[in-house]
């Protein structure tokens, strides 16, 4: 069955980096876009950006442009979303998910489980 | 960016009842929109795709309708379990955006 795991809580200082993981099994990890979406607490979904696991192509919303780099690790069919220079509005949980395309239409079908951030000094 | 509005913010129905939430966009967007169910603490989970395809093994007392830029999500027949914020996301075009979120609470 497809699962995403991703790592576990992450607590940071202002001005610091984090990385999450997203690990993929179940399906070949190559052939699906990931996505990255957070949730501030309390608050509604906000879309970050995707990668290609395939080529390493990304793109990412402009408010994160600068701050927000997505690799791979096809050898471990793992997605990375890192977020740099933060501060505490980037306190959230993250998600990443998989976007499968059926006849041109675009279901995000499976998410990871999320992965708090917790940005404080 | 394409906006999203969502409508209501908030509601409160009770089971059996006929619900539905609507969406927006700011500029036509085909129907290229989802639906997304977020309970409590959990990841969100896709209900509708192309705006009226039901997602395999979501209940059918779930539909969407529209196209262009208004979209309905109607939930039939309400149910305890139905509990939860339902949000649309467009992906017409990037940066995908989401509506607001309704969240939806059972008399």
């Known amino acids: 069955q497809v699962q995403l795991v991703q790592s576990g809580a992450e607590v940071k200082r202002p001005g610091a980096s984090v990385k999450v993981s997203c690990k993929a099994s179940?399906?070949?990890?190559?052939?699906?876009?990931i996505h990255w979406v957070r949730q501030a607490p309390g608050q509604g979904l906000e879309w970050m950006g995707w990668?290609?696991?395939?080529?390493?192509?990304?793109s990412s919303a402009q408010k994160f442009q600068g701050r927000v780099t997505m690799t791979r690790d096809t050898s471990n069919n793992t997605a990375y979303m890192e977020l740099s220079r933060l501060i505490s509005d980037d306190t959230a949980v993250y998600y990443c998910?998989?976007?499968?395309?059926?006849?041109?239409?675009?279901?995000?079908?499976?998410w990871g489980q999320g992965t708090l951030v917790i940005v404080s000094s | 960016a394409i906006q999203m509005t969502q409508s209501p913010s908030s509601l409160s129905a009770s089971v059996g009842d006929r619900v539905t939430i609507t969406c927006r966009a700011s500029?036509?967007?085909?129907?290229?929109l989802g639906w997304y169910q977020q309970k409590p603490g959990k990841a969100p989970k896709l209900l509708i795709y192309?705006?009226?395809t039901l997602q395999s093994g979501v209940p059918s007392r779930f539909s969407g309708s529209g196209s262009g830029t208004d979209f309905t999500l109607t939930i039939s027949s309400l149910q305890p379990e139905d509990l939860a914020t339902y949000y649309c996301?467009?992906?017409?075009?990037?940066?995908?955006?989401f509506g607001q979120g309704t969240k939806l609470e059972i008399k």
């Open positions: 998910a998989r976007k499968l395309t059926i006849s041109g239409w675009v279901l995000i079908d499976y």
């Open positions: 179940g399906y070949t990890f190559i052939d699906y876009v």
């Open positions: 990668i290609n696991p395939n080529t390493g192509g990304t």
């Open positions: 500029q036509g967007i085909r129907k290229d």
């Open positions: 192309a705006a009226s």
């Open positions: 996301l467009q992906d017409y075009n990037y940066p995908y955006t």
